[in-house]
């Protein structure tokens, strides 16, 4: 059974920092096309960062040079680190697995940025 288990949202400041973990399980990890989405209050699910099986990294504009995407193949875990967070980051953060037609999702961790 895949799992997807995603952790460490939070509440933050803005200017704060977070890192997201995501768990995979039941499936061979270092296979997948891993990335994170965020879907806000009332807008549409975006793609935040990806990374490739070859570590190979891709952003979205809003998120370019704050955000950091990671992998490690051996502990089957995919990382966001968040820096200079803003109120716009807030939002459901998810995690995504895609290897051709199959693809899975995470449950979320909420993150909101906040005085």
């Known amino acids: 059974q895949v799992q997807l288990v995603e952790s460490g949202g939070g509440l933050v400041q803005p200017g704060g920092s977070l890192r997201l973990s995501c768990v995979a399980s039941g499936y061979i990890f270092s296979l997948y096309f891993m990335s994170w989405f965020r879907q806000a209050p009332g807008k549409e699910r975006e793609l935040v960062a990806s990374?490739?099986?070859?570590?190979?990294?891709n952003y979205g504009d809003s998120v370019k040079g704050r955000f950091t995407i990671s992998r490690d193949n051996g502990k089957n875990t995919l990382y966001l680190q968040m820096n200079s967070l803003k109120s716009d980051d807030t939002g459901v953060y998810y995690c995504h697995a895609q290897l051709g037609a199959l693809t899975y999702w995470g449950r979320g961790t909420q993150v909101t940025v906040s005085s």
């Open positions: 990374i490739g099986t070859t570590g190979s990294t």
